[in-house]
C-alpha cells in the first residue's frame, strides 16, 4: 500500500483526494494546508493525520509520496523537500513558474534519483488518448494541420485568487494554456517555430493567447481563454485534419468525417466515470483518475515514468513560458 501525503486541499487537492479512494493499493494518510477547515473536509471523512503546512507534512509524515497540489509558485519549494527527504513526488501542473526554479527541479531530481511525475492531465483523458494512438499508428494518414482550444469563463475558486496574479500562476498562458501545448508536444514533438499574440485585461494580465506553431508543412494553432462571460460554458476541444480524414471533438462529442465520404463515431470506453464533487469545472473524475491511477501501479511495480515524467513537464513549462516572453511576458 502507498501511502500518499497530500499537500494542498483546494479544488485540486481534492480532486486528488476523490481519485485516490477510488485506486487500489493507495491511501491518503496524511494532508496538509494552511486552512484547517479545508484540510479537515479531506481527513475527516478517511482518517488522514492533518499537518498546519506542507513542510511539517514532508518532515513528520510517514509517506511513500507527496502530492503537491498547492498554487504554482509554491511547487519547487516543496517538491525539492520531498526529493530530498527521499519521498516520490507528484506536482500539478505547471510544473514550477520560472525557468530558474526548471533547472533547481532538475538538478535535484538528479541527484536524489526521485521518481517524479506532473499532472498534465490531458495525456490521460480518454479522447486525447485516443486522438494520440490514431496518429502514432497513422490510422487516417499523416496529421496536416490541427487546431486546439481550451476556453473558460472567469476562474474564481483559486485561494485569494492567487491564479490571476501573474508573478504567482504565470497568468492563463502558463496554468490554462499549458495543457494543450504539452498534448501538442506529446503529440508531435518540439515545433519547429511559433508565433503568439495575446489579449490582456485592463491589468495587462494576459487572459487568452493564440498560438501558431510550426512542424516543417504542419500547421497548429491553439487557443487559450478564461476570460469568457460567466455564462460561457467550458470548452476544451480539437480539430485534426488527417490525410483520409478530420477528428473532430467539439464539445465533449468525438466524431471523425472521413475524407472519403462517412462518418465515424469513435467508441470510447471510460477507465473510470466518478462524479467530481471538489468544484471547479469538470463534472468527471476522468483523467484525473487516469493519472494517479498510472502514477500508483508504476511505483507499485518499480516501473519508469514514463507518459508525463519530470522533463516533460518541464520541456512543456518552458515552452508555454517562452510564448509569454515573446509577447512582453505575463503582465506588462
Known amino acids: 500500500m502507498l501511502k500518499i501525503g497530500l499537500i494542498g486541499c483546494g479544488f485540486m487537492g481534492g480532486m486528488h483526494a476523490a481519485c485516490y479512494k477510488e485506486i487500489e493499493g493507495a491511501q491518503v494518510v496524511a494532508v ?19 499537518y498546519e503546512n506542507g513542510e511539517l507534512l514532508i518532515e513528520n509524515a510517514d509517506v511513500d509520496v507527496i502530492d503537491i497540489c498547492l498554487p504554482t509558485y509554491l511547487h519547487t ?5 520531498a526529493m530530498k527527504k527521499g519521498r516520490s513526488v507528484f506536482i500539478e501542473k505547471p510544473v514550477c513558474r520560472t525557468m530558474e526554479e526548471t533547472a533547481l527541479l532538475q538538478k535535484t531530481a538528479q541527484e536524489t534519483g526521485a521518481n517524479v511525475q506532473i499532472g498534465q492531465v490531458i495525456r490521460f483523458w480518454d479522447e486525447y488518448k485516443w486522438l494520440k494512438e490514431v496518429t502514432d499508428r497513422k490510422e487516417y494518414g499523416e496529421l496536416q494541420s490541427a ?7 472567469w476562474p474564481d475558486w483559486a485561494w485569494e485568487g492567487w491564479i490571476h ?25 518540439d515545433p519547429d517555430s511559433f508565433s503568439s499574440r495575446a489579449v490582456r485585461d485592463e491589468r495587462g494580465v494576459i487572459e487568452q493567447i493564440f498560438t501558431t506553431y510550426m512542424y516543417g508543412e504542419k500547421v497548429v494553432t491553439i487557443e487559450g481563454c478564461w476570460d469568457y462571460p460567466a455564462d460561457f460554458p467550458f470548452e476544451a476541444g480539437f480539430r485534426v485534419k488527417f490525410e483520409k480524414g478530420t477528428a473532430v471533438l467539439n464539445p465533449g462529442r468525438l466524431t471523425v468525417y472521413r475524407k472519403d465520404g462517412g462518418i465515424e463515431k469513435p467508441e470510447i470506453k471510460p477507465a473510470f466515470t466518478g462524479e467530481n464533487k471538489a ?5 468527471s473524475l476522468g483523467g484525473y483518475y487516469n493519472e494517479l491511477a498510472y502514477f500508483v501501479k508504476r511505483l507499485r511495480k518499480n516501473e519508469p515514468l514514463l507518459v508525463a515524467p519530470l522533463d516533460e513537464g518541464i520541456e512543456s513549462a518552458a515552452l508555454a513560458l ?3 516572453e515573446s509577447v512582453g511576458g505575463a503582465q506588462v
Do not use: C, Q
Not at 468544484?279 to 463534472?283: F, V
Open 32 to 50: 496538509a494546508d494552511i486552512r484547517s477547515e479545508k484540510a479537515a473536509e479531506i481527513a475527516g471523512p478517511i482518517g488522514a493525520a492533518v
Open 77 to 81: 519549494a516543496h517538491a525539492v523537500l
Open 147 to 153: 487546431v486546439f482550444t481550451r476556453l473558460s469563463p
Open 165 to 189: 496574479e501573474a508573478d504567482k500562476s504565470g497568468s492563463m498562458a502558463l496554468d490554462l494554456h499549458v495543457h494543450d501545448v504539452d498534448f501538442m508536444r506529446y503529440l508531435l514533438g
Open 279 to 283: 468544484g471547479g469545472n469538470l463534472s
Open 322 to 324: 517562452r510564448e509569454i
